[in-house]
């Protein structure tokens, strides 16, 4: 009677271990700073990305700026969207961004 009350709680178990380790780590572009990271997204919403997870935290979240390997970058970049063109870096005494 045990094994059966434990085989959905197993299965269960499998499939949220599964699931977790589906999410690829991020290789994309991180800036270093916050506002280098508004400057090059041109726009569009900085969100804080955690590279050997794969996962991304928009402002508010409270794992924003909140773990050990993050970095910032555009969200349309984590979400895998096409970007619009580059901008032409800044002059030096600008704020800049970090290139690939």
Known sequence: MLRGAMRPLLVLFLLTASATS?????????????????????????????????RWFRKGNGWYEDTEDGGYACRRDVEGGARPAARKPPAPQQPGYEDE
């Open 22 to 54: 589906l999410a690829a780590p991020y290789q994309g572009r991180l800036f270093d700073t916050e506002q280098k990271a508004q400057w090059g997204c041109s726009g569009d919403e900085v969100v804080w990305v955690d590279p050997p997870t794969g």
